[in-house]
């Protein structure tokens, strides 16, 4: 139920960033649901570094699979549903060790928060490199004609 | 055909796709592609966030360059995504320059943007909804909603008040957002100051600049690359820097 009910919030925060970087229509429900998608891979895996890269890539899959059925750029859809997962708490934390000078404690809260940041946008990458490579191939056995993300 | 007028639209759509926050190899690619469905050969495209070098090779052997220099760009998506669709549908229609031309100056006046009232929502809905996400309860929520609206009141309608120095004005807003949330734990609203604040600087997080920058050294644009994580890294040190007013004053109470 908490699950839920974060899963819902996630989805609403995405929307929230929709209108704040001007995406209208179905957009909005997509972010949202990207957000939504991406929190419930984090959760379930225990937030842990793994499944950030998890999180990040099921985000990405959706995002491209979406992107190429609306014929729009990935760009926004991508990079608003991932914002829910982006280390926040980590940032926050490790500025107020070094303000307050416990230099051991900033430099593990940074060193974790910078490697959250990079499994997050190495997942994001892996997965939508391997869509790219594999979606020609669907398509072309569809015998469709492809474009552009 | 004109090949001066070809030029300058090819330029100004690579201009405005990156004003709407498109990567380095979707505005390089976009420019290309419109080129080269001209017929055009001998096409070079750079580009890095703030400056797009074009340069064509007319069929008379004569060559032409244009160099944009990009001021401020932020994240738009409805820009971008017109903009895409209008680069498709000149690479199909591949119209005379000058009805491109003016396919692209109609389009900047009359594409959709929120009002502020709704980009307002926009800023009370994510901080109040992180505070779930962080641990936080109902009254939190409110109080980080609070401070984000304040925050978004800020950015939209305090350009002149606080300049237009993008340091400071992260700085700025920072600040304001953790010593709200600071006086609303104290006045007894919230309850948890650490997840309030969180929530609140969410929206100032250079989380788009951060994955754009990761997404372009992968696809292999290390110069731009390294300018938005230099871009990033300022950010975050301008919220730092705010943050770390309200906690010298969250001290001293």
Redesign the interface.
């Known amino acids: 139920m908490n699950l839920l009910?974060?899963c819902l919030?996630?989805c609403?925060?995405c929307?929230?960033?929709?209108?704040?970087?001007?995406?209208?229509d179905l957009?909005i429900l997509i972010c949202g649901g990207g957000g939504a998608i991406g929190?419930l891979v984090y959760c379930t895996g225990n937030k842990t570094i793994f499944s950030a890269f998890a999180a990040a890539a099921a985000i990405a899959l959706f995002s491209e699979s979406v992107a190429r059925l609306r014929?729009?750029?990935v760009?926004?859809y991508?990079?608003?549903s991932?914002?829910?997962l982006?280390p926040?708490?980590g940032?926050?934390?490790a500025?107020?060790h070094?303000?307050l000078g416990e230099y051991d404690l900033f430099f593990s809260t940074l060193l974790s928060t910078v490697g959250m940041?990079?499994s997050?946008?190495?997942g994001?990458?892996l997965a939508?490199?391997v869509f790219r490579s594999v979606f020609p191939r669907i398509a072309q056995h569809r015998n469709t004609k492809n474009?552009?993300p | 055909m004109n090949y001066d007028k070809l030029l300058n639209v090819a330029t100004e759509l690579g201009c405005q796709l990156m004003a709407g926050?498109?990567?380095i190899y979707?505005v390089e690619?976009s420019v290309f592609?419109l080129l080269s469905s001209y017929g055009l050969e001998g096409i070079e495209v750079f580009a890095i966030p703030n400056c797009l070098i074009v340069s064509i090779t007319t069929p008379l052997e004569h060559p032409v360059t244009r160099m944009r220099r990009i001021s401020g760009h932020g994240?738009?998506?409805?820009?971008?995504?017109r903009c895409?669709d209008l680069c498709?549908r000149l690479c199909q229609e591949t119209p005379p320059p000058e009805v491109a031309q003016a396919q692209l100056a109609a389009l900047l006046p009359q594409y959709?943007?929120?009002s502020r009232q709704?980009?307002l929502?926009?800023?009370?809905?994510?901080p109040a909804?992180?505070t779930?996400?962080?641990g936080g309860g109902i009254r939190d929520g409110i109080c980080a909603g609070l401070a984000g609206f304040a925050l978004g009141l800020c950015l939209l309608y305090g350009q002149k008040l606080i300049g237009g120095n993008r340091f400071f004005r992260t700085a700025i807003c920072s600040a304001i957002g953790s010593l709200l949330a600071l006086l609303l734990v104290q006045v007894g609203l919230g309850q948890n100051l650490?997840t309030i604040?969180?929530?609140v600087?969410?929206?100032l997080?250079p989380?788009?600049a951060?994955?754009?920058a990761?997404?372009e050294i992968?696809a292999g644009d290390v110069i731009s690359s390294i300018s938005r994580t230099a871009e990033a890294i300022l950010t975050?040190t301008a919220?730092?820097l705010g943050?770390?007013i309200a906690?010298a004053i969250g001290q001293g109470l």
């Open positions: 009910w974060q919030c996630a609403v925060v929307m929230g960033f929709a209108l704040v970087f001007n995406m209208h957009g929190w014929r729009c750029p760009t926004g991508l990079m608003i991932l914002l829910p982006v926040g708490s940032i926050y934390y500025m107020r070094c303000v940041a990079a997050l946008a190495l994001a990458m939508s490199s474009s552009s | 926050g498109a990567e979707r690619e592609r994240t738009d998506i409805e820009l971008l995504e895409n498709r959709r943007r929120y709704k980009a929502a926009g800023y009370f809905l994510v909804c992180f779930p996400l962080y650490d604040t969180i929530s600087l969410m929206l997080v989380g788009m951060l994955t754009n990761m997404r992968m975050g919220i730092a943050t770390v906690l």
